[in-house]
């Protein structure tokens, strides 16, 4: 509960009151987070966001200044909370997951595998080749679109600001492959429990020959103007400081762990959806300062064009989803003459499929870090718990130590680093 | 598909699922297989033990999640899940403790990781869990006037009355508005 405009009676200096902060926040709470020269009035509190275009949606930063410095930074997140979780707990493992695209809306295909990837662990089905291929090329230039985005975004934040618009140019490129396959240029819901919704269509291939062709000039440009920027370089280097044990304690993941020099990528460490078939490495900083996390990053493009490479040449044939009739509809044209096709499609529409009583845990490198999902079934239709570990809420969580004694100019930069997408830190 | 503590032995390297086993063994009150996935069930009182063992002595150094699964109408009701990974290994273990409906306090593990701290935040918030020495516990999805929490299984999904020309004004006058 809030406590309007409680004043502290004894000392004349005390001018700080809960309510000024604009959080949801009693008293004595703030006392425990804040430093006591912020509760005298010496200390500055400010209130950042959670309108302000650097907090990369709905964020918002209570920051304690002295001076330029910062002393304290407290986020307060929730403003985008939807209920993802509890909306999946009421429909069928199937509907659950055109809600699995709104979580991280930059990377929807990468949360839609981790998702379909943990009800086919728990249902124990297995996936065509084909299937899985055309899922590791979707998840990687969905990965290239995330970076993107935050590439822009970030160098935007720190006032590169034709950055932005070059990356969201190079990004319609990733959006129209996706319109291709799924029809739908963000919100694509395009895998299925078992496999694809359909086939790829033709052009697609060509297509994403032409995005391996074209990215490479488009990066070289990307570093021209950041890498070596004097600028830029200035903004970054030695700024946001982690190193590995605090990073590790404080469960971050993705580039925004290699950049503190930690090898972990769960692509390497627990390969799924076939990614032990292609040859790539896992780029590693050695700071864990923002410059590192940024290159880490921008490394992965390259990683992730290799990777589409291998994949396209060594695209199998085949079917793209599996024949297990339990989980996936039968072809139309089977319905027509076969009594179980029939069966099957109709128990499938109308009731969905059981999954056997257990827990399983699933978990895929997205941009951002390791994304997991964890489903409680009960045998019924429906999960009694699906959670999503979200790498953005658990790199966010380790921003005060991040922020700590860095200059307000840099809260920005910093934020900008460590790669959050409100949508999945909400949920 | 549910196998004890030999499946346990046999899926994570054999000297660790026997290292385990012999210095927590009167901790844990069992373990599951499931999936190739090791759950040890352990109790709210030695809980903190457990992941401080895991954490120094087995080297899962990473807490990576830690969640609520609402069990009703089971007792005990509420399952506390703790994800360990251990980066040097490369292997996961999950941790479980069960909690009853009438006691819902559990001691923090913030103590053992520091990434536990928000994700306990969030259970406190969509579940009424309560941690024992968290440093900041409160609300953090959820507007802090809200009241109940929103997984518990009594909280149900609620679907929006459609608008149209016939009932628009009804509907219209029970929405739900944002407060001041």
Redesign the interface.
Known sequence: ??IPNLRIEESPKNVVSASDTQL??TFD?LK??VSPRALTGDNMLLNMGPQHPSTHGVLRLLLELDGETVINCIPD??FL?T?I???A??KTYTKAIVVTDRIDYLAPMICNTAYVGAVE??M?VDVPLRAQYIRVILNELTRMNSHLVWLGTHALDIGAMSMFLYTFREREMLLDIFEMVSGVRMMSSYFRVGGLWRDIPAGFIDAVRNVIKVFPDKLLDYEKLLKENPLWRERTVGIGVINKEDA????M?GPSLRGSG?N?DVRK??PYSSYDHFEFSVPVGSNGDVYDRYRCRVEEFYQSLKIIQQALDKLPSGPVITDNRKVAPPPKHEIAYSMESLIHHFKLWTEGFRA?E????F?VESGKG?F?V?I?SDGGVRP??V?F?APS??NL?SLPQLSKGCLIADIVGIVGSVDIVLGEV?? | ??QTAEGFAATMTPNLGAAVLAALGDCLSDVRV??D?V?LITTRERIVEVLTYLRDAQEF?????E?C???LPKEPRF?I?Y?LYS?SR?I?V?VKVMLSESNRSIATATGV???A???EREMYDLFGINFEGH??L????????WEGH??LKESA?KVEEVAFSFNRERVEANKPRAQE
């Open positions: 509960m809030t949801d926040i709470q425990k987070l997140i929730g909370h209920g979780e509890k909306t707990e009421s662990k728990l124990g590790i304690a404080w469960g993941t930690v972990y460490a627990m056997p257990g827990e399983v845990y978990s390791e997991g964890f409680s009694r718990r959670h570990r809420l658990c969580q909400d949920r | 598909m549910e499931f999936r996935e759950t150094n990473m807490l990576i999640d969640t699964v609402d069990y399952g899940i994800q980066i490369n996961r999950r990781y520091c990434a701290n928000w994700l440093p900041d409160r609300r953090i999805m959820m507007p802090a006037g929103p997984l999904v």
